[in-house]
C-alpha cells in the first residue's frame, strides 16, 4: 500500500502550475484551463486534448469568444507560422463549448 502523508499533498499542491498565455485574450492561465492547439508535423491544425502531440502549439481558453479573436487578429496562425483555413477555424469553434458567461 502506497501511504502518502497529508503534508506531502498538501506541499504537492502548492507546486507552482505551469502558466501558459491565451492566444485570444492574452492572459497567462494554468496549463491545464487551456486547450491546446496544435500544428502536426503533417500540417493538421487540431485541438490537442491531451497536450502531448508532437508538432507546434499554441494555447487558447476553451471558450468560442477567445477563439474569434485570436481568428481576427490571424493570431493562430501566426503563432503556429501556418496558414489556417476558415473551416479549420470552424471546426475548432464547435468543440469548444459555447460562452456561458463571457467576463
Ligand atoms: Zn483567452
Known amino acids: 500500500m502506497l501511504q502518502i502523508p497529508a503534508r506531502g499533498l498538501r ?3 502548492k507546486r507552482k502550475i505551469p502558466l501558459r498565455t491565451c492566444v ?4 497567462q ?4 484551463e487551456l486547450v ?6 503533417e500540417g493538421h491544425v487540431e485541438i490537442d486534448p491531451t497536450g502531448k502531440k508532437s508538432g507546434r502549439g499554441t494555447y487558447l481558453c476553451p471558450k468560442r469568444s477567445c477563439l474569434e479573436k485570436a481568428r481576427k487578429g490571424k493570431k493562430i496562425e501566426r503563432s503556429l507560422k501556418h496558414e489556417i483555413s476558415p473551416d479549420v477555424l ?3 469553434a464547435e468543440q469548444l463549448p459555447a460562452d456561458v458567461d463571457d467576463e
Not at 24 to 27: L, N, P, Q, R
Open 90 to 92: 470552424d471546426k475548432l
Open 11 to 13: 506541499s504537492l499542491r
Open 36 to 41: 491546446r492547439i496544435v500544428r502536426t508535423p
Open 29 to 32: 492561465k494554468p496549463k491545464r
Open 24 to 27: 485570444g485574450c492574452g492572459e
